[in-house]
């Protein structure tokens, strides 16, 4: 699985809109791009993924860039409770013999502030 | 509609002990996956479990070793337990092998923090 690279940690204002960047430039043609977040001392919750397509649900937007190398989790309107690590994964789709370990890097730690 | 649960939430032991950690998948799912997640770190994969069987296995001794029951739970058993072994244990179901889909999203668990005196 191709590995990603995420700042750190950043700010974002209650609010406003929170972008979060990876950068995946060795992703293979089948890998897709997987975000998770997990707030403090619980498990991650699956937020969003996708192939090569914008993807929106209702907590997040992605988009992938078109050469795929790199990719942005967009939550449009940050609330304080969206303070936690957000984790960027890539990997293949499933098969009978490899199959959906997912991982996880250091992540970017998201703090909203008021 | 229950998700991932996890028993215990805490647990105290000594080096040396051994220590097994439990997990029910979430309703309809029939894959667990078990991650170790150290203080401060993104989660680890330890290994995974479908029919019963091991399936994939990560950078962990074979003093961690699991067990799936035929309703689909699982077991997180460490024996001889270091220091270093204290972190959080997840879990996390999802719906597999039989679809080539990537929509078979893994859901996690709570998790059982384990510290090691």
């Known amino acids: 699985d191709a590995k990603t690279t995420q700042p750190t940690s950043m700010d974002c204002a209650e609010g406003r809109a929170a972008n979060l960047p990876c950068n995946h430039s060795?992703?293979?043609?089948?890998?897709?791009v997987y975000w998770y977040r997990q707030i403090h001392s619980q498990g991650p919750q699956y937020i969003i993924h996708g192939l090569k397509n914008n993807e929106t649900n209702e907590m997040a937007s992605l988009i992938i860039t078109e050469d795929r190398k790199s990719s942005t989790l967009i939550l449009p309107h940050a609330t304080l409770r969206d303070t936690a690590v957000y984790y960027c994964i890539v990997r293949v789709p499933p098969d009978s013999y490899n199959n959906n370990d997912m991982r996880f890097g250091a992540g970017t730690r998201l703090t909203v502030k008021p | 509609d229950a998700g991932v649960t996890q028993s215990p939430t805490h647990l105290i032991k000594t080096r040396g002990q051994q220590v097994t950690l439990r997990c029910s998948p979430k309703s309809g799912h029939d894959t667990v996956s078990w991650y170790q997640q150290a203080l401060g770190q993104g989660p680890q994969f330890i290994f995974q479990y479908y029919e019963e069987e091991e399936r994939q296995r990560g950078n962990f001794p074979d003093r961690f070793s699991g067990h799936q029951f035929p309703n689909y739970s699982s077991e997180l058993n460490v024996n001889a337990l270091l220091l270093g072994d204290s972190a959080l244990y997840l879990c996390a179901s999802s719906l597999s092998y039989g679809l080539t889909s990537s929509t078979d999203t893994q859901y996690f668990g709570p998790g059982t923090r384990l510290t090691v005196l």
């Open positions: 060795t992703i293979s043609g089948n890998e897709y």
